[in-house]
Every structure is written in structure tokens, then in C-alpha cells.
């Protein structure tokens, strides 16, 4: 598993948040490593983007990273869960692509051990605040640069059909809800479940 090299995150954030799709996330920490096949994204392109952190330029400790260059982790905690973006868009353009669901490929025992109980074998990774949880992605892995242990993107299989859709859960967004920058892997399992079924292929 050979971690990309920062070329690889510069590129719009729409085509970086497709080519994510099928590469692998690895995490490293002293318990093992664990690594998940990206099979859902969504892109987040602020300042204009209503439904982005950075809308309007707010730039706070929690946003600076993306402020910085493309291909860093942006980890931040919603509901008590810490959810994984890397950033994208040239330094100061502050832009972001959200991991939505990942296919595990490495460290399944951990990733359960992590996770718990689950009813089905795909509950273990279909959702941002679940992947984080078994890959043990956590808030200080915020700013790291994803080319290198502990926490890096690796070459896995590209998607074999890629379908698009509205994001999840940005319903207070405005016109922002209905841009179509979410992306899947057409037909995984792994693929989240939630209000954007509709998009869905």
C-alpha cells in the first residue's frame, strides 16, 4: 500500500472527489492498521457552497486547514463522531471532499472490535462517523498530509461505474442542497443509506 504523492490531490474538487472513489484509506495506529476501499464522497466547494464550512470565507481553527494545500486530512466532530475530508482547491481556495463509506479491505477483525456489534456485514463502514470509528480516525489526526503513515491515500481499484446524486443531510443549504456532488460507486454495498436515496442509482 503506497501512498500517493501530492500531484495526486491537485486537481478540481469535483474530478478529486471522483477519482477518490476505488482508492484505499489507510490509518495506522499502535493497535494495527486498517484500510477501507472509498466507495462514496461528497465534494464541498466553499466559499460558495452554502452547505460548506468555509461558505463565505469563515476561516476559524476549525477550518484553517483548508486554507492550506490540498491533500490533507480536515477531521472534525459532528453528533460525537469525527468525520474524515481531504482538503482540495488551490491554498487559500478553501474546498474539501467528505468520505462517506468506505469497503473494508484490511483489518477487519479491529475494525469490528472497534465497531461492535453490527446486523449486517456492511453496517461495519457505510456511513462517515462509522468508517472513522473502525479505521481509528480521530480529531488529532486533523492537518495531517495524506501522503504518508499514519493516515494516507493508497492506489486500490478504480470504481467500475460511478453514479452521482445530492448530498446527505444539508437541508438547511439553500439552493446548495440540490447540487448534485455526491458520489458512489454504482451498486456496492457499502454505499451509505440516508435521505439521499433518491439520487441514488
Not at 489507510?26 to 468555509?54: F, K, L, M, Q, W
Not at 462517506?100 to 479491505?105: G, N, Q, W
Not at 470509528?133 to 492506489?155: H, N, S
Not at 438547511?172 to 457499502?190: C, I, K
Request: aromatic share 8%.
Amino acid at each position: 500500500m503506497e501512498p500517493v504523492r501530492d500531484g495526486f490531490f491537485d486537481r478540481p474538487t469535483l474530478e478529486l472527489a471522483q477519482a477518490l472513489l476505488g482508492m484505499l484509506l489507510v490509518c495506522v495506529t499502535e493497535e494495527g492498521a486498517a484500510a477501507g476501499r472509498i466507495v462514496e464522497t461528497e465534494a464541498y466547494i466553499g466559499p460558495e457552497d452554502r452547505a460548506a464550512h468555509s461558505c463565505g470565507n469563515r476561516r476559524t481553527p476549525r477550518t484553517e486547514v483548508m486554507f492550506g494545500p490540498p491533500g490533507r486530512a480536515y477531521v472534525y466532530v459532528m453528533h460525537t463522531h469525527s468525520l474524515f475530508n481531504v482538503t482540495s482547491g488551490k491554498e487559500g481556495k478553501p474546498e474539501a471532499v467528505l468520505v462517506r463509506a468506505v469497503e473494508p479491505v484490511l483489518g477487519l477483525e479491529l475494525m469490528r472490535a472497534r465497531r461492535g456489534p453490527v446486523k449486517r456485514p456492511y453496517d461495519l463502514t457505510n456511513g462517515p462517523g462509522k468508517l472513522t470509528k473502525a479505521l481509528g480516525i480521530t480529531k488529532a489526526d486533523y492537518g495531517r498530509p495524506l501522503t504518508a503513515p499514519p493516515l494516507f491515500i493508497a492506489q486500490g481499484r478504480p470504481a467500475e461505474a460511478v453514479a452521482c446524486g445530492l448530498r446527505i443531510g444539508i437541508e438547511g443549504s439553500g439552493e446548495a442542497r440540490f447540487y448534485p456532488w455526491r458520489f458512489w460507486e454504482a451498486g456496492n454495498p457499502y454505499v451509505s443509506r440516508g435521505r439521499g436515496a433518491a439520487a441514488r442509482e
